[in-house]
């Protein structure tokens, strides 16, 4: 087993399901000790429970100052330190121009924009010289689709804030990354074509639309996930990686 993240302490929000659950799976396995959260307490401490190693699942909506202060004072008093962030929590709420409302801005800026920067910025004191943060944006802030501007501005407001925040923590060697899954069959994508027919006719038409003539899995964006977090990408910084598929690529 690689000891990639041996002795290394990793919050990964949204991590009780697909890409944040397979991302806690990967550093735990090379080493690390996970903090995974999720807004559904019984839920998350079961994701927890299902990955083997150092793992530890906290109750928090990352688009509450709340949640977030009680999950990393847990991190304080139990670890005493940082050195891996991903913050992989979101909100995607479909909606063509004509329907969208200020509930939807808000329910969808409040998780990916808002509590992106508030779960960054309430790590800031634990991070450790050195370390790494990964934002988890999407490729739907470089290629359009139809009813998801909201979902798009608030992904390519994530990108903007790499770019930002890689120069503003340079002094301190914290590395600042964007991974962007394109087409990839998660449970929170999949809610967008309940039932499993409609899922399956939803994902093939995803993947028609790539090169690789399928969706991506949790598994293959996390993979990507774990390097940019680990020393492997140690001159990695600003970066955005889109695990896509060739999707917004060619």
Request: net charge neutral; hydrophobic share 45%; proline share 4%.
């Amino acid at each position: 087993m690689s000891d990639t993240f041996h002795r290394k302490i990793a919050v990964v929000t949204g991590g009780s399901a697909g890409i944040g659950h397979a991302t806690a799976r990967k550093i735990a396995a090379r080493g690390g000790a996970v903090y995974i959260t999720g807004r559904d307490g019984d839920r998350v401490k079961a994701a927890a429970a299902d990955i083997p190693g150092d793992v530890v699942g906290v109750q928090a909506d990352s688009a509450s100052v709340d949640d977030l202060d009680r999950l990393f004072a847990q991190v304080q008093e139990r670890s005493g330190r940082l050195d891996v962030l991903v913050a992989n929590a979101a909100a995607i709420v479909p909606a063509p121009l004509g329907s969208i409302t200020t509930e939807i801005i808000d329910t969808v800026f409040g998780v990916n924009m808002a509590g992106t920067i508030m779960t960054v910025q309430k790590a800031l004191p634990l991070l450790v010289d050195g370390g790494a943060v990964v934002l988890v944006g999407s490729m739907a802030a470089h290629k359009a689709s139809r009813g998801q501007s909201v979902y798009a501005a608030s992904k390519a407001g994530v990108r903007a804030l790499a770019r930002t925040w890689a120069l503003e923590l340079s002094p301190r060697g914290i590395r600042v990354n964007v991974v962007s899954p394109g087409p990839t069959d998660t449970p929170g994508i999949a809610q967008l074509a309940p039932g499993d027919e409609a899922r399956k006719a939803f994902f093939s038409r995803m993947g028609a639309g790539t090169p690789m003539t399928r969706a991506g899995t949790a598994e293959e964006v996390a993979a990507v996930i774990a390097f940019v977090a680990s020393d492997a990408a140690s001159h990695v910084n600003g970066a955005d990686y889109q695990a896509d598929g060739g999707y917004g690529q060619v």
